[in-house]
């Protein structure tokens, strides 16, 4: 990792600069976002792979959670990008597979500890059991737009004569990028 990028990550672990930036970008400039609202969370996240059963690392740069009044509560994980990624959707897909399951585990886990397990058990939690929202911005740090893929369709190569019939099957799974150079 570059200094660069190290100044970068520095730079947003401060959570006065960190809510400006989701202020800006998510709410449109108004001030929802307050500094004493965020917590950090772990960048490292450790998942296992079910095609080989090996346990795998993912490193996210900057995630934070927000905690809201009355226990509104949402995820959100700036990602840094001086280079601009051509594989970025399915980076964010990791990313976002990784929290959302956190959370499904922690939650398992607490049915556990109670003993109140869904029923049918397949269910894996109970209906009112929601999860918190995981927002990626991914910052284009570059002079140059972002021009490679920002959502999963723009990496797939579907054959000619079937893409209208497969296409809307397959979630696009769009990024959302932020070419800081065009901001003000």
């Not at 202020?23 to 500094?35: E, K």
């Not at 009355?70 to 399915?90: A, G, H």
């Not at 990791?94 to 607490?110: F, N, P, S």
């Not at 397990?117 to 939690?125: A, C, D």
Request: hydrophobic share 30%; net charge neutral.
């Amino acid at each position: 990792m570059g200094n660069k990028d190290l100044a970068e990550k520095n730079l947003l672990q401060y959570k006065d600069v960190f809510s400006d930036i989701v202020n800006v970008n998510l709410f449109g400039g108004r001030h929802y976002i307050s500094a004493n609202e965020l917590s950090r969370e772990p960048g490292e996240l450790i998942t296992k792979s079910s095609s080989d059963n090996k346990l795998k690392q993912l490193q996210m740069d900057v995630p934070m959670k927000c905690n809201k009044k009355y226990n509104t509560r949402f995820f959100v994980c700036l990602e840094n990008q001086s280079d601009i990624n051509n594989i970025m959707p399915v980076r964010d897909m990791g990313y976002q597979h990784a929290k959302y399951m956190e959370q499904v585990r922690t939650i398992k886990e607490a049915n556990r500890q109670q003993q109140a397990y869904p029923s049918p058990i397949t269910k894996g939690i109970h209906d009112t059991q929601k999860l918190d929202p995981v927002i990626t911005l991914v910052l284009n740090y570059s002079q140059k737009e972002w021009k490679k893929p920002r959502c999963l369709n723009d990496m797939l190569e579907f054959p000619e004569d079937m893409k209208c019939e497969l296409e809307p099957w397959i979630p696009s799974y769009s990024v959302c990028v932020i070419n800081l150079a065009s901001q003000s």
